[in-house]
């Protein structure tokens, strides 16, 4: 045969055209983590720190585990004035550069919010500005990096015998993190959440700019960088009210059946005189047993008195309650915690109460605490059942 059949040229075509296809995606996947048109400018940018253009991965995950945007870069800065710079650039760039600009603390958001798709991700964690600074006195406070965890503002401010005094339960966060969120805890309904215990920020701002603020000063920029979501700018320190550390905390865990009880006691408890330093309320959805559910008070090596229960699956009400004090104190906070307990209406046989360093009860969620819990109610003896008791 003298010319191929036409099948035969319609395949070859076919597969010319595939082939381009593959070559197309790959070249676009390459250059879009590799050979942004942004990199080269980025690569021209006078900072103390650096920029890293192939570990960025990391960067592109955070707790939910559900969104990965990749990023171009990771900025490392070593000077506030490394973010001013990148975030001037960005803003000179325009809007037509769709280069997008991220502050990462500690990655432990759920939906990607410090994740910049092809854009600049910052570890704030790496951000070097002046040590923790305690200022003792009689209105305490701390000045820290954004990139700051709390973890390390407690254990610095306790060496004063201070301490900040609205928390997260989970400690291993970054100031810049949870004050662009709110931080809430069980102190919160006291003391407002942490954003209200701020009395000062510096921040960088949409044009690289960096400000200080405040309630008296650019008040507008304060309150929108509070709880702003990273999108009114990137704190680079913060001013945050300290107070007397308390040496010890009486942690009292509570089980409900009914949603009205529950509240109920919550409610008056917030309002009572003399009350509880720390008042959180959670669902425990009780499918796999106490054990795997009530966070950290108990482990599968300890006590009985967790695996005793029998809850059917049910749906549970938790109430967690802290009192702190100092040792001289002991006898009087027992009494008062006693007297406290007593008005609330939890299943009675569902009393868990420990006795902690305060250090301890505030990183709990960190600690190996296990093993400490003990019921003190005498109706622990035996196998029981909450609706018998509710
Ligand atoms: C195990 C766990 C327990 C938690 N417990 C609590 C809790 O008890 N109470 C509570 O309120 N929250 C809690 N959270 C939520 C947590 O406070 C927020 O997700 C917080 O944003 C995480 O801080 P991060 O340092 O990891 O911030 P990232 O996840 O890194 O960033 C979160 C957001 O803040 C922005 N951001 C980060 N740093 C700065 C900065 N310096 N300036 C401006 N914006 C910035 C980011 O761009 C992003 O939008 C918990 C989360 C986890 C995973």
New binding site residues.
Partial sequence: MRYPPIYFLKHMNMLVIEGFMVLLVSCLTIRTNLCSPNTPSLKTLPLHGHFDFHEVHHAAR??GNRYQFLPVAVLHPKTVSDIATIVKHVWDLGPRSELTV?????????QG??QAHRGVVIN?ESLQGPQIQIHTGSSPYVDAS??ELWINILRESLKYGLAPKSW???LH??I???L??????GQAFRHGPQISNVQQLEVVTGKGEVVNCSEEQNEDLFHS?LGG??QF????RARILLEAAPARVKWIRVLYSDFTAFTQDQEHLMSAENTFDYIEGFVIINRTGLLNNWRSSFNSKDPVQASQFKSDGKTLFCLELAKYFNLDKTDLITEEVDNSLSQLSYIRSTLFVSEVAYIDFLDR?NTNLYGIAAITNSERAGNCNLWEGA
Avoid: E, K, P, W
């Fill in positions: 955070d707790f991220s502050a990462r603390g500690h990655g432990h958001s759920l919010q410090s704030m954004g990139g997260t339960d989970y966060l970054t810049g993190g949870t662009s969120n709110a931080g809430i805890s960088v979501l990273g700018g990137i704190i680079t969620d």
